[in-house]
């Protein structure tokens, strides 16, 4: 038995040890929110965020994950939060695919660094594909999100 | 337009149709009733398919395309509530599953929204007079003195009634025969910007795509493919895979030869997609491997520029060619290739079915729920009406998922283990099974006379064409794989357009764009070429060429209009700043085509600095006719813009000994951010009928860069991807 802190909540497993995350936590305790796009840790579908910071799950052995906290798309976080509110504004998503693995690598990113630059937006985004191309409006929606936390 | 087969008790119409084969309008034979919950005490008001008005006032309106990115369950219904003058807010979107009853449901080629528009028009046209005559009539007043306005009916006293509140007289009136639309000056919602209505949902990880579903004692299974297209299994030992921890079976998937047949190959049955995928890495299979072994791209693409650099099968033909190469003052000549693409849509093919006995469920992310619908009943030797065909959200489509070879693989395994399945394909069995975008090789050879004009264009292609995948030994185009280059929209009075032979050895697909990919691409970049021979600005000569206005071609009362075509590349040209003064080493290159019956231009502006290519912008535009949703319509051409260049700078898919080199996105590598410049898009205004805007922001984008590049360069590249040259 592992037991995983998912969204603050507890989550006792009993697999293979070396499964990713991804796959437990899509399969086994079922959120699916959590996306599938490569296996290889190139895409970043599959983003969550470890103690607040956004990594591959797919790459991830869930024996590594004891005792962290794990934050998905279903959760709830200030950035997080106030990014999806962005999100809406710009309507950044199209087929919606990536856009969870976009949403936490932003969210790691803004954990990080409150008042990122544009190549610091490019550099951490750069984790994160999207076929359907909704780069531009990810980036606006990220500024307006930084911009609006400054003021408020 | 086809007559409508009414079988409903009450309502009677004529003239609402599907623009593709008649609909069955009936409320009767369609129930909402598996939508959410429902409450006893809320009635419901099912005037047709596409619409149903509950007494709460909520608004359930049925998308019968599937929602790939492109926005379609939010424009079609926007279109019904606009005319039916309903309360956005209070619309539900519901997805259709695959029936005839809906007409033709094929989500590609651009086509939903215009195919559809008029359609939706009527479906909400028709539903707001029947509330008018039942406020009305409950208020005894003549219909002429009410109108609907926001999901109300309004006397012109000033009393009014909620949508809601008039379900249960609307029941009984009978709808009308023959409805006004709207003047498009009164539109609320259609040529505005309506934020998807599933934008939440797609930002908090709620939205069901295909490979979210789940249903109770749902297994996971992964199939080992042949690596050659069309192999078959020899034998297979599943020793080790059976030992893996959550692997429960094993069984064979038969290879169907048709269109959307399954490639077959081995199932492993597990209790979660890691242990399927680690117990098909564990079997050990011998193949019988099939004549594609012999497919290796470089010496195929050699065999198709051989068949293009000699006569080919005559297209079309205007004036003498031959004649005009003799009289020529001048004579310029290129040869283009390109390569195979995959679509690699984010989310992975993949399919949920649940076969009991002669019933079938289905849950997919498919481009086409009819053509599965009819698979998987052949598939199962059942009636159409026996297979469930559910369209979940499809995590990007581009193609791919028009072919419902996935569905009936998992409809076998289904089957096999007697209980529901989800089949997951990998990344790398996406890349390396596709039905891929075609290879090509171009040829393509221009008079030019004293003056600097073009008196001859002479273009040969030879390229695996789609029509193989339905006719194996296929080996020349249709007409319909030619059109986009016989309609090449120049004024030159000796055109011959040829199509050289080209066998396939994988399954060819179509891809965001189609052919118009290869052809958009040669004629594009050979007209810059012919410029530069000529001593001529890009532009004046590009304008020259298209001559003057005229109709190039009228199909479906759509018509190819050259004014429309200069009048986007000299917007595009001027939104890009073509007469200003650039930064140094900055330059802009264009492109112009017309595909999905949009007239669309782009202007790129790039830079190249130590051998490696920046592209600073991209200003796009598009005449699509009427626009419904121009923010949707905007992603889509930034959508588009990217996954052009996307293909400009890495897209290929190659083959060795059959088999494809390419296996996941280190290796077929798509944009990412730090390479996505600012894209600028225009859509023209124009009331002309909604032509289509999912695909034709596509061809633009490479031909445009290779022009920017020569402009900036010198350097005229002649084949993609710009990866293979070292300059990205
Ligand atoms: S699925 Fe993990 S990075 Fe792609
Ligand atoms: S929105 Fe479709 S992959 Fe990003």
Redesign the interface.
Known sequence: MITLKINGKEHSVD??PT??LL?VI???I???????????G??G?CMVLMDGNAINSCQMPISAIQGKEIV???GKTENLQAL?KS??EF??????????GQ?ITATSMLNNNPNPSEDE???N??R????????????EAITHCVELKNKG | MAPIKNISRRGFIKGIGLASGGLVLASSAYSFSNFGSKEEDILEFNPNLFVQLNSNGSLILVASRSEMGQGVRTSLTSVIADEMEADWDKVIVKQATGDAKYGNQNTDGSRSVRTLFETMRKMGATVKAVLITAAAKSWKVPESECIAKNHFIIHSSGKKIGFGDLVEIAKEISIPENVILKDPKDFKFIGKKLPSIDVENLSNGSAVFGLDKRVPNMKFAAIKRCSVAFGTVKSVDKTEALKINGVLDVVEVPMLIKAFGPLGGVAVIATNTWAAFKGRDALKIEWNYSKNTSYNSETFMDSITANVHKPGKVEKSIGNIDNAFKKANKTHEATYKLPHLAHAPMEVPNAVVSVKGDICEVWAPIQSPQAARREVANFLETDQSNVTINVTFLGGGFGRKAKPDFIVEATAVSKAINGPVQVVWSREDDIQHSYYHTVSSQFLKGAIDKNGKVTGWLHRFALPTIGSTFTPGRDLPQPWEARSATDVPYDIPNLQIEAGKADAHVRIGWLRSVINIPHGFAINVFADELAHEAGKDPLEFRLNLIGKDRIQETKDAYKYDTSKLKHVLKTAAKNAGYDKQLPEGHAIGLAVHYSFYSHVAAAIEVSVTNGKLTIHKISVVIDCGTAINRDTITAQMEGAAIFGMSLAYYGKITAKDGAIEQSNFHNYQVLRMPNAPKIQVEIVNSNDKPTGVGEPGVPVIAPAIINAIFKATGKRYRTLPLSDHGLV
């Open positions: 697999v293979d499964m990713p796959w899509r399969d086994i079922g959120f699916t929110g959590t996306k599938f796009g490569c296996g290889k190139l895409c579908a998905t798309i279903e999806q999100w809406a309507n950044v998503p199209q087929c919606g695919f990536c856009q969870s949403l937006v490019n550099g985004m750069s994160n594909i999207c076929r359907c191309g909704t780069y531009t409006r990810i980036k």
